[in-house]
C-alpha cells in the first residue's frame, strides 16, 4: 500500500452533524433510562452509581 492511495476522510457537513449528534442523544438516553427502570437486577444494579453521580433517580 502507498501513500498515495490512502485517502483523508471529508469533514462532516454542520447538518451531518446535527444528526449525528441526535442520534447519539438519543441513543445515551435509551441506555440511560433503560437501565434505570430495568426489571433485571443485574442491568439495574450495573449501573447504578453512575445515574446517581449524573443525578438520575432510579428507585
Request: with cysteine; proline share 3%; charged share 10%.
Amino acid at each position: 500500500m502507498t501513500s498515495a492511495s490512502i485517502s483523508a476522510a471529508k469533514p462532516l457537513s454542520i447538518s451531518q452533524r446535527l444528526v449525528l449528534g441526535a442520534v447519539f442523544l438519543v441513543l445515551g438516553f435509551v441506555f440511560v433510562a433503560g437501565t434505570g427502570f430495568a426489571g433485571d437486577y443485574r442491568a439495574h444494579n450495573g449501573a447504578h452509581d453512575s445515574r446517581h453521580a449524573m443525578g438520575f433517580p432510579c428507585h
